[in-house]
């Protein structure tokens, strides 16, 4: 037995494709399979699994528990909830070595993948590709696994909650906060969870459907935060809290309406842990404001930029034992009285608890961050055997320029305008841009530096692509 997989569906951080053209119950039965081998092989023997609210997502499941378990793994099947829940799980229950979570993301609806942990470490890069090679090979133990159902949403909502511990109840007795779910998977747990909180609580579209009806799941373009808005405005909440598909993601917004992007609410976590933990690192991703990192330091902290991707600042935290870490994308990590993986109803919870401890709503701490005027992200289509040269050659005229350049991920480059960075995506045959400076004219000329960095290398910014 063999398996060839699409080629595009192997990517740098998960498993991902479109049902029915480029990922079938075949894939999962081959990831099952592989990954199963793998752990028997590093020792292991159990596997949680999980899958999200997509239309397809319970078919991917019974082919990847057949897999495991045709390779002699046991499974722990935890049923459909959010990432972080199986996260969770994982981490947990101590017979369980390894977790897959069956999920789409903030993709389309027709879209769906795989998210792993393997012996309490992110599976990804090099590891995914080798479930490729094991495939074409053949490469598969052969056993007989067995699988058991465990409940697990209400255990790990308990666990959500102690993330207020030592908060007096009354401090938040008169909080009044709009939960948005997307109709995702964290739909269940929100519902859960708000009813064992103090205050008032409000929730959208905690119904799970994998046609996503309402909006898109993504909580980092504002446009699907329209419905979110609406309601703290009506109901005059004291903010807003958003969530992507699988919920690992978080968006917030403040009770003016303003949005508070993924480096802002990591500027919030780390004013407040940084008092309960005196000179901790802090990691944020190379997208991230200069205003964090600024913040980081003028708090006692030690700011550290690196590569954008959950599973590499994963990693990185473990390494340099941080005890928060964030990226512009709503991926946000908390190893300070928690597990160091990205739970968006976590980051919620801890949203509300740095506003206690803090003694300032949302919205001061919102309004009290520097005005910067900065891009969103822009993607644009380079072709994949381009993408990484063009940012070599990009840092080759830098050097010679002697620009002052950060090149942890892509270049980052400091000027007295601000700042901009170049980098390639690991995911997709795009580049990302993204410039931030202290005014309008400053932010152009910084544009200008880009467009003319990439004119040198054969590309125009043009049509933006498409996450």
């Known amino acids: 037995m063999t398996h060839q997989f699409n080629p595009t569906v192997l990517r740098e951080y998960d498993i991902r494709g479109i049902i029915g053209e480029t990922l079938g119950a075949d894939d999962a039965r081959a990831i099952g399979r592989g990954f199963a081998t793998l752990l028997k092989r590093a020792g292991g023997n159990k596997v949680a699994v999980g899958y999200d609210g997509r239309v397809s997502s319970t078919m991917l499941e019974h082919a990847l528990v057949e897999g495991l378990t045709c390779s002699g793994v046991d499974v722990v099947r935890v049923g459909m909830g959010p990432t972080p ?4 799980a994982e981490a947990s ?83 009044k906060i709009g939960w948005d779910a997307g109709n995702g998977a964290a739909g269940p747990a929100i519902e859960l969870l708000t009813k064992k909180l103090p205050g008032e ?17 993504d909580p980092t373009e504002e446009k699907n935060l329209a419905d979110l808005k609406a309601l703290v405005a009506a109901k005059k909440l004291d903010f807003g809290l958003a969530f992507d598909g699988d919920g690992d993601r978080i968006g917030a917004i403040d009770g003016t309406g303003r949005v508070i992007w993924g480096d802002q609410l990591l500027m919030i976590y780390a004013e407040d842990l940084l008092q309960q933990l005196p000179g901790s690192t802090i990691i944020a991703d190379v997208k991230a404001s200069k205003a964090l990192f600024d913040q980081v330091s003028a708090h006692g902290g030690k700011p550290l930029m690196w590569k954008t991707g959950h599973s590499l600042i994963k990693s990185k935290m473990k390494e340099v034992h941080a005890p928060l870490a964030g990226e512009m994308s709503g991926h946000v990590f908390f190893a300070h009285q ?61 050097a010679s320029d002697g620009a002052t350049v950060n090149d942890t991920d892509g270049v980052r480059v400091d000027t007295s305008d601000g700042w901009w960075l170049l980098r390639a995506s690991n995911t997709q045959d795009v580049l990302v841009a993204r410039a931030e400076s202290e005014s309008q004219t400053g932010l152009d000329r910084l544009m200008g530096q880009i467009d003319a960095q990439l004119a040198a290398s054969g590309i125009a910014r043009g049509d933006q692509a498409g996450h």
């Open 85 to 88: 829940m199986l996260y969770y």
């Open 201 to 217: 609580h409000h929730l959208l579209f905690t119904q799970v459907d994998g046609t996503f009806p309402n909006h898109h799941p």
């Open 338 to 398: 928690y597990y160091g993986f990205d739970d968006a109803l976590y980051a919620a919870i801890r949203l509300i608890a740095a506003s206690a401890r803090l003694g300032k709503s949302v919205t001061e701490l919102r309004s009290a961050m520097p005005a910067m005027i900065n891009t969103p992200e822009l993607r644009f289509q380079v072709d994949e055997s381009r993408k990484f040269a063009v940012i070599d050659e990009v840092k080759q005229r830098l």
């Open 93 to 175: 229950m101590e017979d369980v070595q390894g977790g897959i979570q069956i999920t789409g993301s903030h993709n389309p609806a027709n879209y769906n993948g795989f998210k792993m942990v393997f012996m309490g470490r992110p599976f990804f890069g090099a590891d995914i590709q080798q479930l490729g090679t094991m495939a074409a090979a053949g490469d598969w133990l052969d056993g007989q696994g067995s699988s058991e159902s465990r409940e697990i949403l209400v255990t790990y909502v308990d666990r959500l909650v102690q993330g207020l511990d030592g908060i007096p109840a009354g401090q938040i007795a008169d909080l």
